[in-house]
């Protein structure tokens, strides 16, 4: 039982480049988010999916792509990556239902952007 | 969604209690009180919830007053190992809302031998 687990975990890109980061989680959860947090930062939602097939914009989606593959995948792309986009990015996952959940969140990837 | 406020940095000698403060002055009616622990290079972890009154586990108890504008996580005599953020997090329950996740700056609780 691996929990969340994302790839890769350090990347450089160059501005306008794209990439992919990608997570997966093995918990059957239904619902993924991914966060992104600055030096010194607290984390802010990117974007969130509570199943499969639905994704919502959290209160910095602008730059960033979702896609939730499957239930176990939810990746997110830079399309033309930004230096204002150097940040340390997790993954995480819970349950949804009624009563509180909590998150299993992934080690992180660690993105510059030149 | 509910704002928290939370003191930027703590200090406190190993093995006494700490207690960190939270305060959620519009936290809704189905809101559940969370928080987490965050060490350096690492993704938060889940340390304890309630939605009122006192709650406890093995690492952690979570007091909650009765109009549920603040809560207080207590942490029974801290060792070095308790170095780390600690976030407080207003969940709505069901996941209903959960796209405006907002963890907020947390607390710098630093440990001293």
């Known amino acids: 039982n691996a929990g969340v687990t994302q790839t890769p975990k350090f990347q450089v890109l160059k501005t306008g480049q794209s990439m992919t980061l990608q997570c997966a989680q093995d918990m059957n959860h239904n619902s993924m988010y991914w966060y992104r947090q600055d030096p010194g930062m607290g984390l802010r939602l990117i974007y969130y999916?509570?199943?499969?097939?639905?994704?919502d914009k959290g209160e910095v989606p602008n730059g960033y792509n979702v896609s939730r593959l499957n239930k176990r995948e939810f990746s997110l792309r830079l399309e033309s990556a930004a230096p204002s986009q150097t940040s340390v990015y997790f993954c995480?996952?819970?349950?949804?239902?009624?009563?509180?959940?909590?998150?299993?969140f992934g080690p992180g990837t660690r993105l510059t952007v030149t | 969604l509910a704002k928290t406020t939370q003191p930027i940095s703590m200090d406190s000698y190993e093995g006494q209690e700490v207690n960190i403060t939270c305060s959620h002055n519009n936290i809704a009616t189905n809101d559940y009180i969370t928080w987490y622990q965050q060490f350096p290079s690492q993704g938060p972890r889940f340390i304890i919830q309630g939605y009122k009154t006192k709650v406890t586990n093995e690492v952690a108890s979570l007091f909650i007053p009765a109009d549920r504008k603040s809560s207080t996580l207590s942490l029974p005599r801290v060792s070095l190992s308790d170095t780390a953020v600690y976030y407080c997090l207003v969940e709505p329950y069901s996941g209903a809302g959960s796209y405006q996740l907002t963890f907020g700056k947390g607390t710098k609780l630093s440990v001293i031998p």
């Open positions: 995480a996952s819970s349950h949804t239902g009624t009563g509180g959940y909590e998150q299993y």
């Open positions: 999916s509570a199943s499969e097939g639905t994704t």
